[in-house]
């Protein structure tokens, strides 16, 4: 028996009063009068959908898109814990919410981002010869609510990503169309408060404002505020895209045990409550989105950060303490062509594109400080960073085997002005495929995936890239000490992250 579907009776309903209405107008047509249709114009419906069906077209099993319907309901410490929606990609918090997370892909250590790089708009967001580590990635000033699709690639396998990509990266991109608006508020324990505010406009526009802020449970109060908006707008092929973000907060930090079993400070308590952070960033991105094969986009950014850290709280300075600052103040500016060959050639389909990025940061330094305050300058430094790049690969179907082979070729150059002039230089490096991997090239990045019968896919993937290295470490002839005037000489000399100068 067939049983019938809700579709099916509305269809089969619709179908009898259409009838009716027929017999009765052909029966009084003299005396009724016809109806006039009148056209209605019906709001646009956009659905968003989890996942995109990936096998025959993803290049490997380790890529993949995921769109905001999958993560809109997904509870967020941090934003950039959007991050893990890459299977097996983990972020974690690091003194306070100003502070980049730290960044785990399959069980591997990518420190705050080393090695896995993020877009946003076609915006680099990774920072290189950053004050507190390469390749640094802070995605604190992102709204999760405009982000509309995330793109993400594991491994260095893919010529068309560079710099900071060995283990992984990810593009973050806004709302093309169909941005819902909307003001949402939300308070919770300690003070948290957000306050958030979409509006849509126009076929690609939107305008996004957040405040965040945190007491938090501690002895000294973080007292967490943020502030941000991300806005885009279309201009006919083009769309424009913009962010301004400000945040600052204390840090809690690690705290020595014994120090609470001896009474000094409670389990919430600080060694060191001045330790803390400022930060902002704004960003301006011009992207042509016409869908003709052309990829162009053009971005500038200013970055700023002030960060307050004690690891070793009175070990090398017992009067003053061990705080320091670190200080990045950076202009970012460059952009990117790509171009997706309509015709195939020897069957075979083509990309190319070239990139620049130039890294002007005139001043990024270390100092000891107490409570904030300057005691002395460990180093400082006026760097100019620039990178330009082509890459290619080519994709062909060979039977059920199908083949993408890429070449990548990046040339590094930066000048190092710093306050001892020993340290001051100029250098420049050049990867391409293929060469030697102890002299920093990369051989062909290729993958290749059999398709054998009933649908499922096999890949194998090949690729061995090299990251950029911390400018400030190319032409440096004496590092600095790590020791205060006056400090205990036993103790170790380590820079802001317990390792080696600078």
């Known amino acids: 028996m067939i049983k019938p579907t809700p579709g099916g009776l509305a269809l089969i309903s619709a179908t009898a009063i259409a009838a009716g209405a027929h017999a009765q107008t052909a029966g009084g047509a003299a005396d009724r009068p016809v109806a ?190 943020k502030l941000d908006f991300i806005g885009r707008v279309g201009l006919g092929d083009w769309s424009l895209t913009g962010l301004a973000y400000a945040a600052k907060t204390n840090a809690n930090d690690q705290i020595a045990q014994r120090a609470v079993e001896q009474g000094l400070i409670t389990a919430l308590g600080s060694l060191d409550p001045t330790d803390g952070a400022r930060t902002s960033r704004f960003i301006l991105s011009l992207q042509r989105i016409k869908d003709d094969g052309w990829y162009v986009n053009a971005y500038a950014q200013r970055y700023y950060l002030a960060l307050y850290s004690n690891f070793t709280y009175f070990l090398r300075d017992p009067v003053n303490g061990d705080q320091f600052e670190q200080l990045d103040d950076r202009y970012t500016f460059g952009g990117a062509v790509t171009r997706t060959w309509p015709q195939p050639v020897f069957g075979a389909t083509i990309r190319t594109g070239v990139d620049f990025r130039d890294d002007y940061i005139p001043k990024i330094g270390l100092y000891f400080t107490r409570a904030r305050q300057i005691l002395s300058t460990v180093r400082q430094d006026r760097v100019n960073e620039y990178s330009g790049d082509a890459w290619g690969d080519a994709t062909r179907a060979f039977g059920p085997v199908r083949i993408t082979a890429g070449l990548r070729f990046d040339d590094f150059g930066g000048d190092v002005t710093s306050d001892d002039p020993r340290n001051s230089g100029s250098d420049n490096a050049t990867l391409v495929s293929p060469r030697s991997p102890r002299r920093g090239a990369s051989p062909p990045r290729s993958r290749s995936m059999p398709t054998p019968a009933r649908g499922s896919i096999r890949t194998t993937s090949e690729g061995r890239p090299r990251p950029s290295c911390r400018a400030r470490t190319i032409p440096a002839r004496r590092f600095p000490s790590s020791q205060p005037p006056g400090a205990r000489k036993s103790a170790p000399a380590t820079n802001a992250e317990g390792s080696r100068q600078p």
Do not use: C, W
């Open 36 to 225: 006039t249709a009148h056209a209605t114009d019906v709001a646009a419906v956009y659905v968003f959908g989890k996942r995109l069906e990936g096998v025959g077209t993803a290049v490997a099993a380790s890529a993949g898109e995921v769109s905001f319907a999958k993560f809109e309901d997904r509870p967020l410490l941090r934003p950039g814990e959007l991050v893990e929606v890459v299977p097996g990609l983990v972020a974690t918090q690091h003194s306070g919410d100003t502070k980049a997370n730290q960044y785990f892909l399959r069980g591997f250590n990518l420190d705050h981002g080393t090695d896995f790089s993020v877009k946003f708009d076609g915006v680099p967001m990774n920072l290189r010869t950053h004050a507190h580590g390469q390749g640094y990635l802070d995605l604190n000033g992102i709204i999760p609510e405009v982000i509309e699709l995330i793109k993400y690639h594991k491994g260095p396998y893919y010529a068309d990503v560079g710099d900071f990509s060995n283990a992984g990266s990810a593009s973050f991109d806004t709302f093309s169309r169909g941005t819902p608006s909307y003001v949402e508020a939300t308070y919770g324990s300690y003070d948290f408060g957000r306050l958030l505010a979409v509006k849509g406009f126009g076929d690609r526009g939107f305008l996004a404002g957040e405040l965040d802020t945190y007491r938090s449970p501690y002895d000294h109060p973080d007292n967490f505020r």
